[in-house]
DNA sequence: GATCTCCGTTCAGATTTCGAACTCAGGTTC
DNA sequence: GAACCTGAGTTCGAAATCTGAACGGAGATC
């Protein structure tokens, strides 16, 4: 299977790392949700090529993860801000989060914390079940084939 | 930044990525979860090169992701679990599932369902705060610097 | 002993990705 | 108005990565 062809998979992992699997994409979205906004400051927290930065950008803007705005005329600047459909990301980074603070933070413990403006408390993420509210772990879930697991083409 | 320096970032997420925001690792990791063990079934379900699938698996094995161990002698042959570490990466499946079920399903809805052994249901992950159960959203969450933010490297 | 399976390794060549320098348009400074 | 700055890209050669295909080897099967 080559890169491009993962889109088209009957799967819901490969259509999302389709978009958001590149290497530089998920640390792009992270400043995202840490406020970054211009290409200019992407590109000097992430310090890499330009022409990453552009190319991301624009895949993210094409998937509707982004939205690219004039922030002034005069000379026409844009800002990248997340979407709905990009702040439905916010699990995967937060989980991708948890997952690092947890086998990777060393001595010195985590590298950032996040409060949770709810109850006021440093948190991390669980995650329950939709139904039933409990907590789900790798072993309390059944995968099956599910109704767009067969998308047969027509030739007619 | 180069690739490979992105596991001395002080940031989780950046850590994280260093090890599983390769194009094809969480690919695989998706099949490992699925119950996937052995070398010819990762290679011939994703239809890449046997060199990618090799270089993935040490690369896991070697962050302690999956468990390389014999099932049989004569010859020996092994297969690839997913160590505890390994299924804690769940939350991140779970999360990039749903969004791609959430985003990309399409008409016939989405290519697999997963049921909750604890109650039969359906459903899909919900993040909640970990100290007081309510439901976070992007926009619940204020990251501020942790412990581990400025480790200073000594040079005693 | 020929062939098959499973699990890799190797290597040349194609493809992609990257970094550095360049462009461009407008604004600011003096 | 000349020199310089800033934000946002583009270009292009070099470097990394991926592919496909062949090879190896250790036992099993016929």
Known sequence: ???DELAQEPCSVARSLAVIGDRWTLMILRDAFLGLRRFEAFQARLGISRSIVTERLN???????????????????HEYRLTAKG??????IMAIVDWGDRHYAGEAGPPMLRRHKGCGCDFHAVQVCSECGEPVTARDVEARPGPG???????T
């Open 59 to 77: 895949l993210l803007v094409a998937e509707g993860v982004l939205e690219r705005r004039p922030y002034q005329d005069r000379p026409v600047r």
């Open 1 to 3: 299977m080559k890169w």
């Open 87 to 92: 702040l439905d990301l916010h699990p995967v």
């Open 149 to 155: 697991a067969a998308t047969v083409r027509s030739f």
